[in-house]
């Protein structure tokens, strides 16, 4: 049978010719892409708290020069006047600068990647501060968040396949109470009982972040000693979130376990582990890699405290003093520090999400 | 299995060979003062001691970088440190000769170009003697002479307890600087400038000592320092300490450590609850005047506190001995003289007949009650009282909320007042912001200190009519004028601007004629009360005898207070040893 070819003299429209993307198409489909404007949001996201905080912390009582002109009235018994004529000579900040001009010369140095010198230690780069100082808070909390991740989703699904049972009773209790708890409370009751009380360890010599006798590097001793003086921050900062990981991982299971598709994976005779893998425990583990990526973001702003307490020379107890000394340029180094790991945290769950949920990628590029 | 038990063998024996070490290390630990200050490790912390943000020993910095002499305040009198002996001479200037055969930890001698190279440096960054100093030479080799525009125990004083600094450290700076005041060179100049950018960013090395200890690199920590005997130091020979340890932290982060025995003397402010515990646990406490204290200053602009006799009335009813043993225990003594001065210094300044007439205020609010009726002020219905101009009495009270003794002391104080009849409010306002607002005029009445750790009753003075009364460009920088009273004052002995009498009281070398000054001043003030003094603070350091053997608590050395500090002349001198 002859086929009509109903286009037949019909005037065939002119192929398109493909040429080159415009700029603007490029700009168009950067637009479009969930990615790229997770990206964006994330730089303008930073450079909205650098700006707020630096008027933020302009607007704090007091100033570098006054905190060290009290200081050296408190300390050396001077008067007023000569502090002040001392505080003048040793610091090059002028309090009564133009703050609008301070901060675009912050803003200038910045985006070349300068942080600036401490304002208290005339001459010391705040990067200099930052690296001496962060490496040992990523290593605490990020040790202390890894455990605590852990053991949390491990318990938290053990709750909830024997929930109502007389261990997710016990273990509900325990959770609570250690979420209730303000994380400084624990280690204050850990130094009091266990270190002063009991004497089961020497408050003094798990003190800073390792044994000075020994050689810093790669080698057994120090790693050991490492790990030891990081022993009570990380086994603080456990304690802390532990009973939140625990309780969030037992809720997220509960209400996995009563979806469809895990009645349908038992009612086909699937093995219990299959289920609990395949089924529960990722769906169930979704939203924690979404709350733990969160966290990272603020290991380095939630040690403060902690680190006080401790004696523990990490970023958090360097922030608390320059916060007491009215350091600006260092608080700012700090603080952008922080701001970037937050946004960087969450801009790495949002696309950890939209990988894992497409839902999300689906529902954002539109 | 053979290989197992060769290994297990050999564990023994390692296990066994440092124990039987760790016995002869035992036989041989150095003996240790364990102290506490708070400092910060580098790159902050470093050894430019003319830099801000230097590692700061406090009171510790002594027994590195000995001072010229220290002020035993029972005495009146100094003792000499790494100087020989020093005086006025007869034309007006100073001399200091140094002692010999004391070398700094680099191996160089102490000699008197070091004092050049202190005090010449000092002018880069404002030392205060400058403004009577109008130079230093060198007499020979181990004396120099403090050319002076003018002259005062207070002078003799900043030469008297400055640090001394190498020269093979601060040589050049020193030789810079020197150059620099020989030519007028001062701050704004662009060669001074230049110096001075070049010496607070300097960061020496090492830190060279003079005195009988020296802080190595390697040994400073995040948690302590350990200093290191300088054998070839100032009285390395007396002192009985090997090494002194200093923990890292303040009050709340040393305080387990001195539960647990581990840090044996601390200078820090403890809560009367957690003195109560050390106590129980043993351990002694060392209460030494630090003769300053809070006291109620009130805006002189604001009726009717500007009244003298609304002032006076404030005092009788405050009972200061509850107010201090509230707010700092056995260590918060109530102020007896209530005249601005530490009631430890009046004794030295003023005569026994004139402390006899001062007005103690002792508690009283029946007297109280009268002297606010003669001035015709009325009770309301609620007990409140109204002044004469029909306004209730009605004020609030700001005090520096992070300062526990002080905030107690203002509660306390409230309390009273309100249970007499005022109606105060207690606001507790960040400590920099509650100073800030003082110095702009921005309270009616506010918790402040009185009194400063110095033996001259002009520090003291200058404390009220100065720090807290907006005077000339300094307190308040021209933009407020503090409590804004009035200096010029009128009271039983005639007429004073009591500014200037306490600038003047330190001054020249007169000595009756300071204390003809200081006597109006101390007179003046109890008449007019500026300021109330509530009470006087007085050290509450623990001191573990068990480990250290030192004077008993009632030693007059204990009277010492400000940069002269009672524990490291002790240590300095030998005064204090091991248990």
Same mark, same amino acid.
């Given at each position: 049978?002859?086929?009509?070819?109903?286009?037949?003299?019909?005037?065939?429209?002119?192929?398109?010719?493909?040429?080159?993307?415009?700029?603007?198409?490029?700009?168009?489909?950067?637009?479009?892409?969930?990615?790229?404007?997770?990206?964006?949001?994330?730089?303008?996201?930073?450079?909205?708290?650098? =700006?707020? =905080?630096?008027?933020?912390?302009?607007?704090?009582?007091?100033?570098?020069?006054?905190?060290?002109?009290?200081?050296?009235?408190?300390?050396?018994?001077?008067?007023?006047?000569?502090?002040?004529?001392?505080?003048? #000579?040793?610091?090059?900040?002028?309090?009564?600068?133009?703050?609008? #001009?301070?901060?675009?010369?912050?803003?200038?140095?910045?985006?070349?990647?300068?942080?600036?010198?401490?304002?208290?230690?005339?001459?010391?780069?705040?990067?200099?501060?930052?690296?001496?100082?962060?490496?040992?808070?990523?290593? #605490?909390?990020?040790?202390?968040?890894?455990?605590?991740?852990?053991?949390?989703?491990?318990?938290?699904?053990?709750?909830?396949?024997?929930?109502?049972?007389?261990?997710?009773?016990?273990?509900?209790?325990?959770? #609570?109470?250690?979420?209730?708890?303000?994380?400084?409370?624990?280690?204050?009751? %850990?130094?009091?009982?266990?270190?002063?009380?009991?004497?089961?360890?020497?408050?003094?010599?798990?003190?800073?972040?390792?044994?000075? =006798?020994?050689?810093?590097?790669?080698?057994?001793?120090?790693?050991?000693?490492?790990?030891?003086?990081?022993?009570?921050?990380?086994?603080?900062?456990?304690?802390?979130?532990?009973?939140?990981?625990?309780?969030?991982?037992?809720?997220?299971?509960?209400?996995?376990?009563?979806?469809?598709?895990?009645?349908?994976?038992?009612?086909?005779?699937?093995?219990?582990?299959?289920?609990?893998?395949?089924?529960?425990?990722?769906?169930?583990?979704?939203?924690?890699?979404?709350?733990?990526?969160?966290?990272?973001?603020?290991?380095?702003?939630?040690?403060? %405290? %902690?680190?006080?307490?401790?004696?523990?020379?990490? %970023?958090?107890?360097?922030?608390?003093?320059?916060?007491?000394?009215?350091?600006? =340029?260092?608080?700012?180094?700090?603080?952008?520090?922080?701001?970037?790991?937050?946004?960087?945290?969450?801009?790495?769950?949002?696309?950890?999400?939209?990988?894992?949920?497409?839902?999300?990628?689906?529902?954002?590029?539109? | 299995?053979?290989?197992? /038990?060769?290994?297990?063998?050999?564990? *023994?024996?390692?296990?066994?060979?440092?124990?039987?070490?760790?016995?002869?290390?035992?036989?041989?630990?150095?003996?240790?003062?364990?102290?506490?200050?708070?400092?910060?490790?580098?790159?902050?912390?470093?050894?430019?001691?003319?830099?801000?943000?230097?590692?700061?020993?406090?009171?510790?910095?002594?027994?590195?970088?000995?001072?010229?002499?220290?002020?035993?305040?029972?005495?009146?009198?100094?003792?000499?440190?790494?100087?020989?002996?020093?005086?006025?001479?007869?034309?007006? @200037?100073?001399?200091?000769?140094?002692?010999?055969?004391?070398?700094?930890?680099?191996?160089?001698?102490?000699?008197?170009?070091?004092?050049?190279?202190?005090?010449?440096?000092?002018?880069?960054?404002?030392?205060?003697?400058?403004?009577?100093?109008?130079?230093?030479?060198?007499?020979?080799?181990?004396?120099?002479?403090? @050319?002076?525009?003018?002259?005062?125990?207070?002078?003799?004083?900043?030469?008297?307890?400055?640090? /001394?600094?190498?020269?093979?450290?601060?040589?050049?700076?020193?030789?810079?600087?020197?150059?620099?005041?020989?030519?007028?060179?001062?701050?704004?100049?662009?060669?001074?400038?230049?110096?001075?950018?070049?010496?607070?960013?300097?960061?020496?090395?090492?830190?060279?000592?003079?005195?009988?200890?020296?802080?190595?690199?390697?040994?400073?920590?995040?948690?302590?320092?350990?200093?290191?005997?300088?054998?070839?130091?100032?009285?390395?020979?007396?002192?009985?300490?090997?090494?002194?340890?200093?923990?890292?932290?303040?009050?709340?982060?040393?305080?387990?450590?001195?539960?647990?025995?581990?840090?044996?003397?601390?200078?820090?402010?403890?809560?009367?609850?957690?003195? *109560?515990?050390?106590?129980?646990?043993?351990?002694?406490?060392?209460?030494?005047?630090?003769?300053?204290?809070?006291?109620?200053?009130?805006? +002189?602009?604001?009726?009717?506190?500007?009244?003298?006799?609304?002032?006076?009335?404030?005092?009788?009813?405050?009972?200061?001995?509850?107010?201090?043993?509230?707010?700092?225990?056995?260590?918060?003594?109530?102020?007896?003289?209530?005249?601005?001065?530490?009631?430890?210094?009046?004794?030295?300044?003023?005569?026994?007949?004139?402390?006899?007439?001062?007005?103690?205020?002792?508690?009283?609010?029946?007297?109280?009650?009268?002297?606010?009726?003669?001035?015709?002020?009325?009770?309301?219905?609620?007990?409140?009282?109204?002044?004469?101009?029909?306004?209730?009495?009605?004020?609030?009270?700001?005090?520096?909320?992070?300062?526990?003794?002080?905030?107690?002391?203002?509660?306390?104080?409230?309390?009273?007042?309100?249970?007499?009849?005022?109606?105060?409010?207690?606001?507790?306002?960040?400590?920099?912001?509650?100073?800030?607002?003082?110095?702009?005029?921005?309270?009616?009445?506010?918790?402040?200190?009185?009194?400063?750790?110095?033996?001259?009753?002009?520090?003291?003075?200058?404390?009220?009519?100065?720090?807290?009364?907006?005077?000339?460009?300094?307190?308040?920088?021209?933009?407020?004028?503090?409590?804004?009273?009035?200096?010029?004052?009128?009271?039983?002995?005639?007429?004073?601007?009591?500014?200037?009498?306490?600038?003047?009281?330190?001054?020249?070398?007169?000595?009756?004629?300071?204390?003809?000054?200081?006597?109006?001043?101390?007179?003046?003030?109890?008449?007019?009360?500026?300021?109330?003094?509530?009470?006087?603070?007085?050290?509450?350091?623990?001191?573990?005898?068990?480990?250290?053997?030192?004077?008993?608590?009632?030693?007059?050395?204990?009277?010492?207070?400000?940069?002269? +500090?009672?524990?490291?002349?002790?240590?300095?001198?030998?005064?204090?040893?091991?248990?």
């Amino acid at each position: 049978m002859a086929v009509r070819d109903l286009n037949a003299g019909a005037v065939q429209p002119a192929e398109p010719t493909r040429s080159a993307p415009s700029f603007l198409d490029g700009v168009r489909r950067v637009a479009r892409s969930y990615t790229a404007r997770t990206l964006v949001q994330a730089v303008i996201t930073i450079w909205a708290v650098i =700006t707020f =905080t630096f008027f933020l912390i302009r607007l704090m009582p007091g100033n570098p020069v006054d905190v060290y002109i009290d200081f050296l009235m408190n300390q050396q018994n001077i008067s007023f006047e000569e502090a002040r004529q001392m505080a003048a #000579s040793q610091f090059r900040f002028d309090p009564d600068a133009n703050v609008f #001009s301070q901060y675009f010369d912050y803003m200038g140095r910045l985006v070349q990647g300068d942080l600036g010198e401490s304002i208290t230690s005339t001459g010391t780069r705040v990067v200099d501060q930052i690296i001496r100082f962060l490496p040992w808070t990523v290593f #605490s909390v990020g040790l202390g968040l890894l455990i605590s991740f852990v053991l949390g989703v491990l318990l938290g699904t053990v709750m909830a396949y024997n929930r109502n049972s007389v261990l997710d009773n016990a273990l509900s209790l325990f959770s #609570s109470i250690l979420s209730a708890v303000p994380n400084y409370i624990w280690g204050l009751l %850990i130094l009091i009982v266990f270190g002063v009380q009991l004497q089961w360890f020497s408050v003094g010599a798990l003190r800073g972040t390792y044994d000075p =006798t020994l050689d810093p590097g790669f080698n057994l001793p120090f790693i050991l000693s490492v790990l030891e003086h990081a022993f009570l921050p990380v086994l603080v900062y456990v304690v802390g979130t532990l009973g939140t990981w625990m309780l969030n991982m037992r809720n997220s299971t509960i209400s996995t376990l009563g979806e469809d598709y895990v009645n349908v994976a038992r009612a086909r005779g699937l093995t219990s582990s299959r289920i609990l893998v395949a089924y529960v425990g990722r769906n169930a583990a979704l939203p924690m890699f979404t709350l733990l990526a969160i966290h990272i973001g603020f290991i380095l702003g939630g040690s403060v %405290i %902690i680190e006080e307490l401790f004696v523990y020379k990490g %970023i958090g107890s360097f922030l608390f003093w320059s916060i007491s000394q009215r350091d600006y =340029t260092s608080m700012q180094g700090v603080f952008l520090v922080i701001t970037i790991a937050v946004v960087v945290s969450n801009v790495l769950a949002d696309l950890l999400y939209s990988r894992l949920d497409p839902r999300v990628r689906v529902t954002g590029d539109k | 299995m053979m290989k197992n /038990l060769r290994t297990l063998i050999l564990l *023994a024996v390692v296990v066994a060979l440092l124990s039987a070490l760790g016995g002869v290390a035992a036989q041989d630990e150095p003996t240790q003062f364990a102290g506490g200050w708070p400092y910060q490790v580098p790159p902050d912390g470093h050894f430019n001691t003319y830099a801000s943000g230097r590692l700061n020993m406090g009171i510790y910095q002594d027994l590195m970088e000995p001072p010229l002499a220290v002020f035993i305040w029972a005495d009146g009198a100094y003792d000499p440190m790494i100087a020989e002996s020093f005086g006025f001479t007869d034309d007006g @200037n100073y001399t200091v000769t140094l002692k010999s055969g004391v070398t700094w930890s680099d191996g160089t001698p102490v000699t008197g170009q070091d004092l050049l190279t202190t005090f010449n440096t000092g002018y880069m960054i404002g030392w205060q003697i400058w403004n009577d100093l109008e130079s230093v030479e060198l007499v020979d080799d181990m004396t120099a002479q403090f @050319n002076l525009s003018s002259q005062s125990p207070l002078i003799e004083r900043r030469i008297l307890t400055e640090n /001394l600094r190498p020269t093979s450290t601060y040589g050049d700076f020193a030789a810079q600087a020197g150059e620099l005041i020989a030519a007028g060179a001062a701050s704004g100049d662009e060669d001074f400038e230049a110096l001075l950018a070049e010496l607070t960013e300097f960061r020496p090395e090492t830190f060279v000592a003079a005195g009988p200890y020296q802080l190595l690199s390697e040994n400073i920590t995040d948690a302590r320092a350990t200093l290191v005997k300088n054998e070839g130091g100032l009285n390395s020979d007396v002192v009985r300490f090997d090494e002194i340890v200093l923990w890292n932290g303040e009050t709340e982060t040393v305080t387990p450590l001195v539960s647990n025995g581990e840090l044996w003397y601390g200078t820090y402010g403890f809560p009367p609850a957690t003195e *109560a515990a050390f106590v129980d646990q043993g351990i002694d406490i060392v209460r030494g005047p630090l003769y300053t204290g809070p006291g109620l200053y009130v805006n +002189h602009t604001v009726y009717p506190l500007n009244q003298v006799e609304v002032r006076q009335a404030l005092a009788y009813a405050i009972n200061r001995e509850e107010n201090g043993f509230v707010s700092l225990g056995e260590s918060g003594v109530a102020s007896e003289c209530m005249c601005g001065l530490s009631d430890n210094l009046l004794p030295v300044w003023v005569e026994d007949d004139v402390i006899d007439e001062l007005n103690f205020y002792d508690y009283d609010p029946d007297l109280a009650a009268s002297m606010l009726e003669d001035l015709g002020f009325t009770r309301g219905d609620d007990g409140v009282w109204i002044d004469d101009q029909g306004t209730r009495m009605s004020f609030e009270l700001i005090f520096p909320a992070e300062f526990a003794d002080w905030a107690a002391a203002a509660e306390n104080a409230t309390a009273q007042l309100n249970e007499f009849g005022f109606e105060i409010t207690a606001t507790g306002v960040q400590f920099q912001q509650q100073q800030q607002d003082v110095y702009d005029s921005n309270f009616e009445m506010a918790i402040r200190n009185w009194g400063v750790g110095s033996p001259f009753p002009r520090d003291a003075y200058l404390q009220p009519y100065n720090r807290y009364n907006g005077q000339g460009e300094v307190a308040g920088e021209g933009v407020g004028g503090g409590m804004r009273f009035d200096t010029d004052v009128t009271f039983s002995g005639g007429e004073i601007n009591v500014f200037d009498a306490a600038v003047e009281s330190g001054q020249g070398t007169d000595l009756a004629a300071q204390q003809a000054l200081v006597t109006d001043l101390v007179v003046s003030f109890n008449e007019v009360l500026p300021a109330i003094p509530l009470w006087e603070r007085y050290g509450n350091n623990p001191l573990n005898r068990n480990f250290v053997d030192g004077p008993a608590g009632d030693d007059p050395i204990f009277l010492n207070g400000g940069v002269d +500090h009672f524990m490291t002349y002790l240590i300095l001198t030998g005064g204090i040893g091991p248990a």
